[in-house]
């Protein structure tokens, strides 16, 4: 795994930040394995703190709109749900945006996505 860190070297920071903003990666997990991985302070620190920006964001947006209910009906209000349904629009768009133009940039040839090779034979 380490050779594929420093072929991916280049491309190293928009790996760290498409994990940061995808939802279902742990930011434990990251903290613990970039210093394992022999990953740059300046990279990790950077991916971190963009990275974080926009989850933060949507959590204070959406606990900002929350707050301003006052009955359970207010939550099916068209306003409400056009802000909700935006915050939701905002938060898939850095995602989609590093994974179309960043997966062009990684060198993970013969890696399957499950992190086997290719060579493996099926059983």
């Known amino acids: 795994r ?8 280049s491309s190293l920071f928009f790996f760290l930040l498409f994990l940061r903003f995808f939802p279902m990666t742990p930011n434990w997990f990251l903290n613990i394995t970039c210093p394992v ?4 302070l300046s990279i990790f620190f950077f991916s971190v703190l963009i990275g ?3 989850y933060n964001f949507i959590c204070v ?8 209910l006052s009955s359970l009906d207010d939550i099916f209000s068209w ?3 056009a802000q909700l349904l935006a ?5 898939l768009l850095p995602g989609a945006l590093i ?4 997966s062009a940039h990684l060198k993970l040839d013969g890696v399957t996505s499950n992190g086997t090779g290719q060579d493996r034979k099926s059983r």
């Open 61 to 68: 947006r959406t606990g900002s709109v929350l707050s301003q």
């Open 37 to 40: 991985l022999n990953i740059p």
């Open 79 to 81: 306003g409400t749900l």
């Open 99 to 102: 994974k179309h133009y960043g």
């Open 87 to 91: 915050i939701a629009l905002m938060a």
């Open 2 to 9: 380490l050779k594929l860190v420093e072929e991916n070297r």
């Open 52 to 54: 974080l920006i926009p």
